[in-house]
């Protein structure tokens, strides 16, 4: 179905509004919903994906969700078809659409929230106590902080109180925004850019809502079998003689480590391409050394 949504009087937070926004939703499959809020007089960016296109499957039936929309204020609400039991709801915060800013909360069943990375977190299930995690990519190296680092997900998972039963929610989205966790609990997503495009996942275990979830974005490329083995990276090693060195080590003690890796510390300034001349000038050779004992070897760029 589809509805016309049109912003309620309301002051501006960063400007640029948009007046009228279409709901799309689809019934995908028994256990799949998405719904997807967009600007109808603005081509607004979407991601491209090879895996996840357009539904075409026949409609859904035998359904193990509900949907309801409430009119005003705007909200949607996912209901287990077996018990009634709320799972997702929208109402417990304003959708906020504009230019560059765009809101969405939703309620959950528990505080059993797993997900949402990449960051370092003491515990794998969420510190529901109004934490809020950054989901922008940036090099940097593991800290106590709550820094985000090398990969984004956008999909949570929650698993009910007292069963198995879990939910699973995916926002298509690639704009920088955040993710903010209270004890409602609820989580609600930010993000400066693109369109509102969730994919709602039900299960009777976290098993099933996350295989459902990866057959859907696309199944991980099978790889290389020496990928699978121990590997030795870091930074500053300073100079071949030094990297030549922990090798060495390595196999006088019988550590079968499959791949060597240097860092930006090979490089002539830090130029990719390129290699310093002096500290790391038998570089042409090393991975014939590496290879001669079948390890391989890794540079950055």
Known sequence: FQATLTRLPAPSLFGGDVGTVLLTAEFQTQTRFRFALTDPQTQRFEVPHEHVGPFSGPAASDLKYKVDVQQNPFGIKVTKASDGKVLFDTTIGPLVYAEQFLQLSIRLPSSNIYG???H???????????????????????????DNLYGAQTFFLCLEDNSGASLGVFLMNSNAMEFAVQPAPAVTYRTIGGILDFYVFLGDTPEQV?????????????????TLGFQLSRYD???????????ERNRAIGLPYDVQHTDIDYMEARKDFTYDKVNFKDLPSFQTYMHDYGQKYIIIL
Not at 120 to 146: C, E, L
Request: hydrophobic fraction near 40%; charged fraction near 20%.
């Open 116 to 118: 949402v990375g990449e």
């Open 120 to 146: 370092v977190h003491k515990q794998y299930r969420h510190d529901v106590n109004w934490k809020t995690w950054p989901i922008f990519n940036r090099d940097t190296a593991p800290s106590g902080n709550m």
């Open 210 to 226: 996350v295989r459902e979830y990866v057959q859907f974005i696309g199944l991980p490329a099978l790889p290389s079998y020496w």
């Open 237 to 247: 090693y300073g100079s071949l003689d030094e990297v030549k060195a922990v090798v």
